[in-house]
């Protein structure tokens, strides 16, 4: 398969994930308000993350079709970006030890998708 290919067919397959995960958060937030505390709630709340784990397994079928220096530079700006968030991470625990708000895990996500993301910007704008 060619990489222009692939690459259509992961953002096809990732963004129709995506779509999805959008549509089964919203609605199981809605159920979720209206129930009281229990098992079923508990199930509902979890529901988007069958979604979020089809779009793990969207990545890893791209990083199987890609050839090996596309893998290699992929991983490694992924290698940057969780070595930064773990810093970040870390970094921001001793603050909260200092009286900061405490922050959710949510924030994890969001710091290592922009830091691979940043990076594998940078490295394309700075590429030979």
Do not use: N
Not at 40 to 53: H, K, N, S
Not at 72 to 77: A, I
């Amino acid at each position: 398969m060619l990489e222009r290919e692939a690459k259509r067919k992961y953002f096809w397959e990732l963004g129709l994930s995506g779509l999805l995960y959008a549509v089964v958060l919203v609605v199981s937030l809605r159920l979720a308000e209206k129930m009281e505390p229990g098992p079923l709630r508990t199930l509902i709340v979890l529901a988007p993350a069958i979604p979020i784990f089809l779009c793990v397994w969207v990545i890893a079928r791209q990083f199987a079709r890609m050839d090996e220096f596309v893998r290699l530079r992929s991983l490694e700006s992924i290698a940057v970006a969780a070595a930064v968030t773990a810093g970040l991470s870390f970094t921001y625990g001793f603050l909260e030890s200092a009286g900061f708000p405490r922050l959710s895990m949510f924030w994890v996500w969001g710091v290592l998708g922009a830091t691979w993301g940043a990076h594998t910007c940078l490295r394309g704008l700075f590429a030979k």
